[in-house]
């Protein structure tokens, strides 16, 4: 069988991708890989919808990219259902679209062999199943391509192993309470965002050493020897008005009497 279909994406990055076993098999319609799948070789299950019927493969697949750029693609399973079996073997060309839009056509020439249900379908009904099968993964191939870009590269030169980043390498922020910090943007004065940061993170350590104790030991405070004869310099006034004013008082009420 002869098909061709069409990738909107250079032909470079294209074969790169067909490249990829793992992406090329996963954009097959119809295939699931295995949690635990060779990247190189990737297995799984293939559900391939024949006429009215759907047969379920079990198999894996091989990419093999050719010296005179085409890609090679081999698949081979067995039924999960029964004794068939069925092997692939298709060649894909990549040519530039003669539209000058940059994309790429694949030229697909494959044949398979089969044995069981594959086998019993007609020549129309198998045909018409393949080119559904690339037409589906064609679109499939350029969706994964948009959201899964191939890292180009040159073959030749091997890629550079990212640089090594040592403790020391790292830059260390300045401290918090930095005294020669720049003040607040917000054009709080120097003493003013001092305290802040103090209320906010805590006193520093020269503050710590010179502050007096708290709690069960802090210094019981000396009388306030000021305030107390201030209260006894007024309160002597007041209380010899009041016992005045008591005797006057008094002797008033005695008079009248």
């Not at 949690?35 to 190189?40: L, M, R, S």
């Not at 092997?87 to 894909?92: G, K, P, Q, S």
Request: proline fraction near 9%; hydrophobic fraction near 35%.
């Amino acid at each position: 069988m002869e098909h061709e279909v069409y990738v909107p994406f250079p032909v470079e990055t294209v074969r790169q991708a067909l490249t990829e076993p793992e992406r090329v098999a996963r954009c097959i319609p119809g295939c699931q890989l295995d949690a635990d799948a060779d990247p190189g070789t990737p297995g799984g299950r293939l559900r391939l919808r024949i006429g009215s019927s759907t047969i379920t493969y079990r198999g894996t697949l091989t990419v093999t990219a050719r010296d005179t750029g085409t890609v090679t693609v081999e698949a081979s399973g067995i039924e999960s259902r029964g004794d068939g079996s069925a092997e692939l073997a298709l060649t894909v060309r990549l040519a530039t679209a003669p539209d000058d839009t940059g994309a790429t056509v694949l030229s697909c020439t494959g044949t398979v062999t089969s044995t069981g249900r594959l086998a019993e379908a007609t020549d129309q009904a198998a045909e018409s199943a393949g080119r559904r099968v690339l037409d589906r993964f064609a679109a499939n191939l350029a969706a994964d391509l948009t959201d899964n870009p191939p890292e180009e590269r040159d073959a030749d030169v091997p890629a550079a192993p990212p640089a090594a980043t040592g403790v020391f390498d790292s830059e260390v922020p300045p401290p918090s309470l930095d005294p020669l910090a720049d003040d607040d943007q917000d054009g709080t004065a120097p003493a003013e965002a001092a305290h802040a940061r103090r209320t906010m993170i805590g006193r520093s350590a020269e503050e710590v050493d010179h502050a007096p104790p708290r709690g069960r030991y802090a210094p019981v405070p000396a009388p306030q020897s000021a305030t107390t004869s201030a209260t006894l310099r007024w309160a002597a006034p007041a209380a010899a008005l009041a016992l005045a004013s008591a005797v006057v008082v008094g002797r008033v009420l005695r008079r009248r009497r």
